[in-house]
C-alpha cells in the first residue's frame, strides 16, 4: 500500500450495523476499507463473506477495551496510508433488558466499551486523521431520552457549550460510582447505563469537533455523532424497525460527506437530520 491510498476505517464490523457500514463503504468509499473486529475469526469470516459479493475490504484486529490492540492499530495506518481518511466508531455493547446482572456491573461494563473504549480510539487515532478526513461516532436517540431524564442540573452540564473532556470523563465515573453506592437516581441520573454511556459518546463528540475547529481549522475535518435508528441486530432484537443497511444510511452518509463541505460537525444527526442536543 502507498501511504497516498486513502483508508476507510470501521470498528465493531463484523456483524450488524458495523457489518452494513463497512459493506456500504466498500461499494462507495475511494480506497481501501479496513473493518475491525475484536474476535479474528468472526472479523476473517465478515471478510470473506464481502469477498463473496465481489467486494474487498482488510481485516485489522481492534478490541476497543484493550490499549495495546488500539496502539496496534494506531502504528500500522501511519505505516500502511500514511494516517487515516474516515473513522466510524460502531464498537459497543448492551445488556439486556431482562439481563440478571447487577445494575452497578451494568453500568461499569458499558461505560468501559461504550464511552471509555470509544474516547481511548479516539485518543489514538483522531491524530492521524488526514485534512477533509471524517469521523463518524455512532451514539443513539436512547441518549437523547436519557439526557431528558437527568436532573436540570446534569441536563445543563451535557448541553454545555464549554464542557471538557476531563469534566465529561469526571461525570461518566461519578454515575459508575453513584450506581455503585445505589444513589444514581438520588444524584439526578436516569436508570439506563446504555443511554448514560450513549450521552457520553455524545457530548465527546461535541467537544471533539470544537477542538478540532480550534486546532485544525483549516483541515476541514468533520466529526459528529448520529443514530442508525432501532434496528434488527443481536444488540436490538429481531422486533427492531430497520434492517441493518437501513441502519448504515446516515453514519455512511457522514463518513462521505463531500471533501468540499462545511458541516453537519459536531452534531448529532439522525435520518441524515441534525437533531438539536
Not at 459528529?224 to 443481536?234: E, I, M
Request: charged content about 25%; glycine content about 8%.
Amino acid at each position: 500500500m502507498s501511504s497516498c491510498s486513502r483508508v476507510a476505517l470501521v470498528t465493531g464490523a463484523n456483524k450488524g450495523i458495523g457489518f452494513a457500514i463497512a459493506r456500504e463503504l466498500c461499494r462507495q468509499f475511494s480506497g481501501d476499507v479496513v473493518l475491525t473486529a475484536r474476535d479474528e475469526a468472526r472479523g476473517r469470516a465478515a471478510v470473506q463473506q464481502l469477498q463473496a459479493e465481489g467486494l474487498s475490504p482488510r481485516f485489522h484486529q481492534l478490541d476497543i477495551d484493550d490499549l495495546q490492540s488500539i496502539r496496534a492499530l494506531r502504528d500500522f495506518l501511519p505505516r500502511e496510508y500514511g494516517g487515516l481518511n474516515v473513522l466510524v466508531n460502531n464498537a459497543g455493547i448492551a445488556f439486556k433488558r431482562a439481563d440478571p446482572t447487577p445494575f452497578h456491573i451494568q453500568a461499569e461494563v458499558t461505560l468501559k466499551t461504550n464511552f471509555f473504549g470509544t474516547r481511548d480510539v479516539c485518543t489514538e487515532l483522531l491524530p492521524l486523521i488526514k485534512p477533509q478526513g471524517r469521523v463518524v461516532n455512532v451514539s443513539s436517540m436512547v441518549s437523547l431520552g436519557a439526557l431528558r431524564s437527568c436532573s436540570p442540573e446534569l441536563q445543563q452540564k451535557f448541553r454545555s457549550e464549554t464542557i471538557t473532556e476531563e469534566e465529561l470523563v469526571a461525570l461518566m465515573n461519578k454515575f459508575v460510582e453513584d450506581t455503585k453506592n445505589g444513589v444514581h437516581q438520588k444524584e439526578g441520573w436516569p436508570n439506563t447505563a446504555y443511554g448514560v454511556s450513549k450521552i457520553g459518546v455524545t457530548v465527546l463528540s461535541r467537544i471533539y469537533a470544537r477542538n478540532l475547529s480550534t486546532q485544525r481549522g483549516g483541515d476541514k475535518i468533520l466529526l459528529n455523532a448520529c443514530c442508525p435508528g432501532w434496528v434488527r441486530t443481536d444488540m436490538a432484537g429481531p422486533r427492531a424497525t430497520k434492517s441493518p443497511e437501513e441502519g448504515a444510511e446516515t453514519p455512511v452518509y457522514l463518513a462521505l460527506l463531500p471533501s468540499d463541505a462545511d458541516g453537519p460537525h459536531g452534531q448529532f444527526v439522525t435520518e441524515k437530520r441534525v437533531e438539536r442536543w
